[in-house]
Nanobody
Framework: VQLQAFGGGFVQTGGSLRLSCAAS????????MGWFRQAPGKEREFAAA???????YFADSVKGRFTISRDNAKNTVYLEMNSLKPEDTAVYYC????????????????WGQGTQVTVSS
């Protein structure tokens, strides 16, 4: 499975961005999809996930501000980010796994290249 994330950019505090992650080479509907992020000098952390059965899960830090959705017909997962804060600044990665629904990065098999999100104060 190949993943390509895009949609990052520069936004002011309180703004919004929508990230997209397009998948190819696999049966997208069977994959659990996750979004992770990594800020400079910090470890990669979980942000949001969309399990194949339709359930979603969010990190506490983004809950209520971020929404994750998927379009299985387009093989794409989206991350809608609202009320952005400077601490949301990071490289955002999408990832896929067929094993179990998880928020653990090491359990994801496939990763996109990352897209930079910068939120100014």
């Amino acid at each position: 499975v190949q993943l390509q994330a895009f949609g990052g950019g520069f936004v002011q505090t309180g703004g919004s961005l929508r990230l997209s992650c397009a998948a190819s080479g696999g049966t997208f509907s069977s994959y659990h999809m996750g979004w992770f992020r990594q800020a400079p000098g910090k470890e990669r952390e979980f942000a949001a996930a969309s399990w194949s059965a339709g359930r979603t899960y969010f990190a506490d830090s983004v809950k209520g501000r971020f929404t994750i959705s998927r379009d299985n017909a387009k093989n794409t997962v989206y991350l809608e980010m609202n009320s952005l804060k400077p601490e949301d600044t990071a490289v955002y990665y999408c990832a896929a796994t067929r094993h179990i629904p998880t928020i653990v990065a090491d359990l994801y098999d496939y990763w996109g290249q990352g897209t930079q999100v910068t939120v100014s104060s």
